[in-house]
């Protein structure tokens, strides 16, 4: 695309478990493979400052001093509280008053949560914004949503869920129709609960225009036919950290099998660079970056414990979402969503 | 134990994907490792027959014979009015009646679930049954329910799991203090739907006297330090299957990556006793067999696309419980939990 303006990505450089060096290496490598944005760094300028010198690319980026930072251990409450001068809440604000294009941290996920929607407000048409990310499967990978922002959802939440997950999806891939899945624990019409079956129906409407498959299972969210898995907030969690469970067993077993003898070493050590091809193909950090969707701006959280790599991932899901235009994408997809099915209730 | 009775165990011969012979052949198997049962086949005499002169030890084996049997189809009402002349239903009934102790099917699960409700009827004190089976972790296997009897729980509904699960865990490892964890989307007190909270504090009462470790998340499922983890259907249902799901992408990207290369084959090669330790560790057939728990009677699910030896360790299943008394123990725990809390109820 052509820039007319040079576009401003905020970075709470406070927030993460290895902050501020993992915010500033890992937009360092960002900015290496995305020169179109300028880096503006909020927190502590005595810890910043000495790390950008160290950098390749952002020896001379901005930075907005503050030494208040939010504490991982906050709740979203007392984060709110402690105040409107800490990096997050400050980087926050520079993409709602128009500085900044969007913003990434690290910090405490209910606190970037809860802070983006007091100044983000809700996208008009959408009743509750929902987290979103994407995740390995044998195919390409799928992003799924929500993931526990919203415990307890009805029919409504999930048609949203379910456009804003779209919108997204085809903003990272650019892949045109997605096709959607809703979570379930069958695939035949009749099984659930009632609100899933509501929800169901209405994603089926042709009117609505989108690429529906219906009903799937847990089993499905891998298997690389879906691009979008749509759910509750409390089922998404469950799904989302089983499978991360099973992740870390899968890994320690395979670990563990490889090092038994001589031999399986050997064997290990023969095999090891296809080994790398998986693990690359399901490290987390290439997949870095949840997004509250359903807000008037953009904001992506990282991991609190990932690396540079990690780190540089959620940045790119930022500046590909700017630079693809999802907001006004997005806005656009619940409007025409909403007119239809208004004019269905009236007509019913 | 001393043995005063012959013990019985009735077989639905028809019921899972290669019926009658994966049932015979499962059934041999776990003849030959457990004598104190007789086995009784309830399905086609004309096909179960042959099957059972190739059998080691089941040559003089009973057989109920019926032409009807449920099909993989029915609904769990249709199964229901397909009516009392199908193996699944009189294999049931034999146990209903004091014929047999156990009953072990591959058959449709709604209807088996169906069927042992109207036959064994709900235990005194407990509100609804629940599905509960084994998995494997890090460490030790685990147990988890509901899987997806009742998608929608409250508190009460959750404690009365905790105590089956705890009972049904203690019968099959011999534990005497299994620990137990409720799954939620935090380990924090105030996390997830009040019925979670209200559940948690009631499992939290020393005067139940369990060994309740408070909420878990998805991730922990896996870690081996739990021995039960008690949810509702909906959410242990996904769980399940998602496992599942990652289970057969990990199996799928392993072996693709083992046979990219030559040398990787070699390693694969060189290190495939290894790698079949830990296929051996999360082999779905070791933990095959779900049950219907909180009923006044033993039913054993196999899955219904199981091998022999998947079938073989459903039947190991129904044997222990039988032999270590699962009835007795888990009702005297459910009368002992609601005079508790009754109690407590009438103090309050």
Redesign the interface.
């Known amino acids: 695309m052509t820039q007319t303006k040079k576009l401003r990505l905020a970075l709470d450089a406070m927030g993460g478990d290895d902050a501020p060096a993992c915010v500033i290496q890992g937009a360092d490598i960002a900015r290496g493979e995305n020169q179109h944005f300028d880096m503006v760094f909020y927190g502590d300028r005595s810890r910043i400052e000495p790390l950008l010198k160290r950098t390749r690319y952002l020896g001379n980026a901005e930075i907005v001093h503050t030494s208040d930072a939010v504490s991982p251990d906050d709740t979203a409450s007392q984060a709110v509280r402690r105040g409107k001068e800490t990096s997050m809440w400050l980087s926050i604000a520079s993409v709602a008053n128009g500085e900044a294009d969007a913003v990434v941290s690290a910090g405490n996920t209910g606190a970037l949560m809860a802070m983006s929607k007091l100044q983000f407000r809700t996208m008009e048409g959408v009743t509750r914004p929902a987290i979103a990310a994407f995740f390995?499967?044998?195919g390409e990978s799928m992003c799924m949503l929500d993931l526990?922002a919203n415990?307890?959802c009805d029919a409504e939440n999930l048609v949203q869920f379910a456009i804003l997950g779209q919108a997204f999806h085809r903003s990272l891939t650019g892949k045109k129709d997605p096709c959607l899945g809703l979570?379930n624990?069958g695939e035949e019409e009749q099984k659930?609960?009632e609100y899933l079956r509501v929800a169901s129906r209405q994603l089926a409407d042709p009117d609505l225009g989108l690429n529906y498959q219906g009903f799937v299972?847990?089993?499905?969210?891998?298997?690389g036919k879906l691009d979008v898995v749509v759910?509750d907030?409390?089922?998404g969690?469950?799904?989302?950290?089983?499978?991360?469970?099973?992740?870390?067993?899968?890994t320690?077993?395979?670990r563990?099998?490889?090092n038994?003898?001589l031999?399986?070493k050997?064997?290990?050590?023969?095999?090891?660079?296809?080994?790398k091809?998986?693990r690359n193909?399901?490290d987390p950090r290439r997949y870095n970056g949840a997004v509250f969707l359903g807000l008037n701006g953009i904001a992506v959280k990282s991991h609190g414990g990932t690396d540079k790599l990690g780190f540089a991932n959620a940045i790119k899901v930022a500046t590909e979402l700017v630079e693809h235009g999802f907001l006004p994408d997005v806005s656009a997809a619940i409007a025409h969503a909403n007119t239809i099915l208004e004019r269905k209730k009236e007509d019913a």
């Open positions: 390995p499967t044998i526990g415990l307890e979570l624990v659930g609960h299972e847990g089993i499905d969210i891998t298997n759910t907030g409390f089922s969690n469950i799904a989302l950290k089983t499978a991360e469970g099973i992740s870390k067993m899968f320690h077993l395979l563990r099998s490889l038994k003898s031999i399986s050997i064997g290990y050590f023969l095999a090891r660079s296809a080994l091809d998986m193909h399901i």
